[in-house]
């Protein structure tokens, strides 16, 4: 008996693959249907749908990039301290000191591969009419991921702490303070005043303050947009996104015409 | 001459007209032997064809692209590597395009002269059978000849630089394109050529006119980078992505384009649209997972090449007191950046976000055509398309082109070849309604009371909000608002009022110098 063929008929190997390799139709539908992370797709699927000249890969780019990012991420923190003193230095190890110095690279560029990805995706599904019935909904839960995209790429520009890194944020969260009614500088922030004059809008709480931490781009900042950066806007972009492969799914599919 | 030019730079520019030669002989090559069988095209009743790539020409070219790719790679020990292979490729080059130049050239003399399927009355898949809608068969003869001499041209282009001949942008080029530029003309002529691209896409669906369009773009981009300051700003690592946007952008868009008028003629013709043609499903293991698969190995190697090319950067550790000039937000945030030059910070960085990320959302329940689901097309939703790719091409993606490529410190405006000065002045004479409508056109002092004053901003304001949308939906959108309702029609409006309002406040600071329509601090419009 072939090698090959022995390993399969192993219990270990058989508690880990239900099913035998699949080379014919049935066992093609089982490990479809068996495998956690194929699962995600149908058993079954348009074959235009699934055409590059019709989706262009952008959806499915996009989920690729975040997964990179995740992975490059995690190995990044295990460098990197969210505090004046070490941010800058330790990212300036990484490229110095850290073996497979290109991680920082890895993660940066596949963060703005990953924001234009999304657009073109974005793109994609404009043009080819498919957030119309019944995929309306899965739209908007798209533009949501788009806005968590962006956040993400914005959060994590910061943490290098360089001069780059905090100009940014400053022009970023500069208007933050011009927020209608919750900003200091922004029409009708004096409409969220008590009674005998006590405002509730001041330099030390209005919205750019709470983006911040503080009242200019500083160690709260940091810590803050660290925590968003990577624990709660990835948090929430993974739950987003099982939601909007779910609803692929629930929607029909691909979209295609009829 | 050479200032702005150093051997480092000479050495690239080489290799860019290599490539860019490569894919010109490609392009002959493909004319002159393969099928060319456009999209959804029907060959039935077709003779066979007989155009055959010779087949010598394959090993030779391994042969010479092979070696040169291995020298490359071992360049660090070979001396003299780079430029022995640089040598074979431009050779490899040289030779697939002349070859298929030549071999169109005979495939039509023996045509001509009675030979291979000249007798039958009906075309032979030796012709061009063209898509739906994209015009008639090319002459194949003629096309692989263009493409073969421009290969040649580049690859000569190339030559040049690699012994370093002085070939630049000429000084007067660039004066005149950096005069001619300003926001004014680059964002107009951005719509301009938006607006023209859309109406005449049966036009620039064609392979070559495309084709012609990426050489010139290649060529004009080439010129370009033998200037320093152009070469600083588009090779400055976080802005090297935006290249990569406008490319692809304009790629896809051509291909949506182009499909969409194959599409609009193929359902004019009764034909199903491309998309229909596949109806059959396949299983995911192995056509999907397959592909994914594909995509991820190509992504990852495409990833770690850019992540060992391009370090990623890192400026000096953050000072609080020392403002970079020019200070700028990450990229994808430029549009809005450019917007503060037209609006305040409330209206920029708050307002117009909100108001596109509503609208983004709003779409599928204001959109109720329900032609176009599922394929490409622009006949039969031209409204949504013009509004949507006006929306992201223009006032997306040319924005944060202008906003990273060409404004500079002080958020002044730099032409693509002028030097970043962060002395540069440009006077600011910028006035309010109020100035224009009671000290200009009604002669006298403006009223103190800031209501008063205002009144004709309030007014105009109130006209466009709140009177405009009742007209609109009476009459430009009568058809729309009998189909989608009232209250959605309504709202789908005044989204687009507000989107409207950015070309148009744009317009009126270019040719009113207009600042604000209401100036109430805090509450400037
Ligand atoms: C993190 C961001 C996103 C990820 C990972 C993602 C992923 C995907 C994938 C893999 C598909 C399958 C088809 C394809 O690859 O094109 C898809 C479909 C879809 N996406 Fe997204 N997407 C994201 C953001 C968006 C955005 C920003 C929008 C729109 C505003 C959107 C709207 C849709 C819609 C409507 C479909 C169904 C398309 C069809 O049936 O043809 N998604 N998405």
């Known amino acids: ?258 | 001459m050479l200032q702005d030019v150093n051997p480092g730079v000479l050495a690239g520019l080489a290799w860019y007209y290599l490539l860019a030669s490569a894919l010109n002989a490609a392009a002959a090559a493909h004319v002159a032997y393969a099928e060319m069988v456009g999209e959804g095209a029907d060959v039935a009743g077709l003779a066979p064809r007989t155009r055959r790539f010779p087949g010598w020409l394959g090993p030779v070219l391994v042969g010479l692209y092979g070696p040169a790719l291995l020298i490359l790679g071992l360049r660090g020990w070979i001396p003299g590597g780079t430029t022995a292979a640089y040598g074979l490729a431009a050779l490899a080059n040289g030779l697939l395009a002349l070859t298929a130049g030549a071999d169109a050239a005979h495939f039509a003399e023996v045509r001509a002269s009675g030979g291979v399927h000249a007798d039958e009355a009906h075309p032979s898949l030796d012709d061009h059978v063209p898509a739906a809608g994209l015009g008639g068969p090319i002459n194949r003869t003629l096309w692989a000849l263009v493409w073969s001499v421009v290969a040649v041209v580049f690859q000569a282009i190339g030559l040049t630089y690699l012994f370093h001949g002085p070939l630049v942008l000429p000084s007067f080029a660039r004066a005149g394109v950096d005069s001619m530029a300003g926001p004014t003309t680059f964002f107009l002529g951005s719509a301009l050529l938006f607006a023209a691209t859309l109406r005449f896409r049966r036009v620039v669906a064609n392979g070559l006119v495309a084709f012609g369009v990426v050489n010139l773009s290649i060529l004009a981009f080439g010129l370009s980078l033998t200037d320093g300051d152009f070469r600083r700003i588009v090779s400055t690592p976080d802005n090297v992505p935006i290249v990569g946007l406008i490319v692809l952008a304009a790629g896809f868009t051509w291909l949506a384009l182009r499909r969409g008028v194959i599409n609009d003629a193929r359902r004019a013709e009764g034909l199903p649209v491309l998309e229909a043609l596949e109806q059959d499903r396949v299983l995911s293991w192995p056509d999907l997972v397959y592909i994914e698969l594909i995509c991820m190995v190509a992504m990852t190697l495409f990833l770690i090449a850019w992540a060992v090319a391009l370090p990623a950067p890192l400026e000096q550790p953050a000072k609080m007191t020392e403002a970079p000039n020019p200070a700028k937000a990450p990229w994808y945030f430029l549009g809005l950046q450019e917007m503060l030059v037209y609006f305040d910070p409330w209206l920029a960085g708050v307002g117009i976000p909100v108001v596109i990320i509503v609208g983004l959302c709003a779409i599928p329940y204001l959109d109720v055509n329900e032609e176009g689901r599922g394929y490409y097309t622009a006949a039969s939703r031209p409204f949504a398309m013009a509004t949507f790719l006006f929306g992201f091409l223009v006032l997306w993606v040319v924005l944060i082109v202008l906003g990273t490529f060409l404004r500079g410190p002080n958020w002044n405006f730099f032409g693509p070849y002028e030097r970043w000065d962060p002395y540069k002045v440009v006077p600011l004479n910028n006035v309010d309604l109020s100035d224009l409508v009671w000290i200009r056109a009604l002669g006298r002092a403006k009223p103190s009371w800031a209501p008063l004053r205002e009144l004709p901003g309030l007014a105009l304001l109130a006209f466009y909000l709140f009177a405009l949308p009742p007209i609109l939906l009476r009459t430009l959108f009568k058809g729309y608002a009998a189909k989608a309702g009232t209250a959605r029609a309504a709202v789908a409006v005044v989204l687009l009022l507000l989107m409207a309002g950015l070309p148009l406040k744009m317009m009126l600071r270019w040719t009113l110098n207009l600042k604000y329509v209401v100036a109430i601090p805090g509450f400037n419009i």
């Open chain 1, 1 to 258: 008996m072939p090698i090959r063929d022995r390993i399969a008929r192993t219990q270990l190997w058989k508690s880990v693959f239900r099913h035998p390799m699949p080379t014919d139709r049935r066992n093609r539908v089982q490990v479809m249907l068996s495998n956690f992370f194929l699962h995600l797709h149908p058993v079954s699927v348009q074959k235009q749908g699934i055409a590059l000249s019709y989706t262009w890969c952008m959806g499915g780019a996009t989920f690729f990039l975040f997964l990179v990012e995740v992975v490059t991420g995690v190995l990044l923190m295990f460098y990197y301290r969210p505090t004046l003193e070490h941010a800058y230095n330790d990212v300036l190890a990484l490229r110095d000191v850290a073996t497979l110095g290109v991680l920082r690279e890895l993660h940066r560029w596949s963060a703005h591969a990953m924001v234009i990805a999304v657009m073109l995706h974005m793109y994609r599904v404009f043009l080819t009419g498919s957030y119309k019935p019944p995929r309306e909904f899965n739209w908007v839960i798209g533009v949501m991921l788009l806005v968590l995209t962006l956040l993400l790429s914005f959060t994590g520009y910061l943490l290098p702490w360089d001069q780059l890194a905090v100009w940014a944020i400053t022009v970023g969260s500069n208007m933050a303070r011009a927020t209608p009614v919750l900003g200091l500088e922004g029409p009708g922030a004096n409409l969220l005043t008590l009674g005998d004059g006590v405002k509730l809008i001041t330099p030390a709480s209005d919205a750019k303050y709470v983006l911040l931490g503080g009242r200019s781009v500083g160690e709260a900042a940091l810590n803050r947009f660290y925590v968003l950066h990577c624990v709660a806007i990835p948090l929430a972009a993974s739950l987003l996104i099982m939601v909007h492969f779910w609803r692929v799914r629930k929607d029909g599919g691909i979209s295609g015409p009829l």
